[in-house]
């Protein structure tokens, strides 16, 4: 990865007047979503539109490990049947609070967008995350959104679809955010945008796999006693040094916050 202002030995940050295009962003900040961003998982969440705020036992017993979004596709079509429409599942999404913390954090981003990038990778679906960003006033920090594509059909059913195909082993059917992440950079890097480092902010299973492509010089901020970061403790254990991020947990987004004040210190 680039440096700052590397190779030209000027300040790090351009005050003069006259440049012929502003300078790329330093950062790429990476956000999941579901407890992460917001404080619950929205799959989950949703379920309150349902008749009686639940799902029967024949569909909750289909679920199988590492096909959800399978899953979900059938928790969908039986709301659906129920006469669970857009509005009522909008009104979900927009009531899912945020975690601790994470309003203060978006507000620092926004104060310094100019240095951060920033997109979000959840297997959550487009239609819920948009409509708990826009109603938190936030959707406009984000570059990119990937996730499943969601929508609704002409019965007013809410459907979902997965992300891609892929051929990761450790991640679910319909998305690998290491995919996702890597073909991002690259992508990125062909537009002659590269990254001083990477931050990575998480909590699931799925998100310790992009956070295992992440560079001695990038951190990965996974939330405390989650999936990420039992999988984070577990390698330094068993493979001490092979995860190569600085590894800061977070309870609340005021940590995260607060590195990145710290990281901004130092550099200029």
Same mark, same amino acid.
């Given at each position: 990865?680039?440096?700052?202002? =590397?190779?030209?030995?000027?300040?790090?940050?351009?005050?003069?007047?006259?440049?012929?295009?502003?300078?790329?962003?330093?950062?790429?900040?990476?956000?999941?979503?579901?407890?992460?961003?917001?404080?619950?998982?929205?799959?989950?969440?949703?379920?309150?539109?349902?008749?009686?705020?639940?799902?029967?036992?024949?569909?909750?017993?289909?679920?199988?490990?590492?096909?959800?979004?399978?899953?979900?596709?059938?928790?969908? %079509?039986?709301m659906g049947d129920q006469?669970?429409?857009?509005?009522?599942?909008?009104?979900?999404?927009?009531?899912?609070?945020?975690?601790?913390?994470?309003?203060?954090?978006?507000?620092?981003?926004?104060?310094?967008?100019?240095? #951060? =990038?920033?997109?979000?990778?959840?297997?959550?679906?487009?239609?819920?995350?948009?409509?708990?960003?826009?109603?938190?006033? #936030?959707?406009?920090?984000?570059?990119?959104?990937?996730?499943?594509?969601?929508? #609704?059909?002409?019965?007013?059913?809410?459907?979902?679809?997965?992300?891609?195909?892929?051929?990761?082993?450790?991640?679910? %059917?319909?998305?690998?955010?290491?995919?996702?992440?890597? =073909?991002?950079?690259?992508?990125?890097?062909? =537009?002659?945008?590269e990254f001083e480092r990477?931050?990575?902010?998480?909590?699931? %299973?799925?998100?310790?796999?992009?956070?295992?492509?992440?560079?001695?010089?990038?951190?990965?901020?996974?939330?405390?006693?989650?999936?990420?970061?039992?999988?984070?403790?577990?390698?330094?254990?068993?493979?001490?040094?092979?995860?190569?991020?600085?590894?800061?947990?977070?309870?609340?987004?005021?940590?995260?916050?607060?590195?990145?004040?710290?990281?901004?210190?130092?550099?200029?």
């Amino acid at each position: 990865m680039k440096r700052c202002c =590397e190779g030209v030995g000027l300040p790090c940050l351009f005050k003069g007047v006259g440049m012929a295009s502003p300078r790329p962003p330093r950062y790429l900040l990476v956000f999941d979503f579901d407890e992460t961003i917001i404080n619950e998982n929205s799959d989950e969440s949703i379920v309150r539109a349902a008749p009686g705020q639940a799902l029967p036992e024949h569909i909750r017993q289909t679920f199988r490990e590492g096909f959800y979004n399978a899953y979900m596709q059938r928790v969908l %079509a039986y709301m659906g049947d129920q006469g669970v429409k857009m509005g009522d599942f909008k009104t979900v999404y927009e009531n899912i609070p945020l975690s601790p913390g994470m309003p203060d954090l978006f507000q620092f981003l926004s104060k310094n967008h100019e240095l #951060f =990038e920033i997109i979000l990778i959840s297997d959550a679906n487009m239609f819920g995350i948009e409509s708990n960003l826009r109603a938190a006033g #936030f959707y406009s920090l984000f570059r990119k959104i990937f996730s499943n594509p969601s929508s #609704f059909d002409k019965r007013g059913y809410f459907t979902l679809g997965p992300y891609h195909s892929h051929k990761c082993l450790d991640c679910p %059917a319909n998305m690998c955010k290491r995919k996702i992440l890597t =073909e991002y950079l690259a992508e990125r890097a062909q =537009e002659e945008v590269e990254f001083e480092r990477v931050f990575y902010v998480g909590d699931g %299973a799925n998100d310790f796999c992009p956070s295992m492509s992440l560079t001695s010089a990038d951190v990965a901020f996974p939330r405390k006693g989650y999936p990420m970061h039992r999988m984070t403790q577990e390698m330094e254990k068993q493979q001490p040094g092979a995860f190569q991020a600085t590894i800061v947990p977070w309870e609340t987004a005021v940590e995260v916050t607060r590195y990145l004040q710290e990281v901004l210190k130092k550099k200029c």
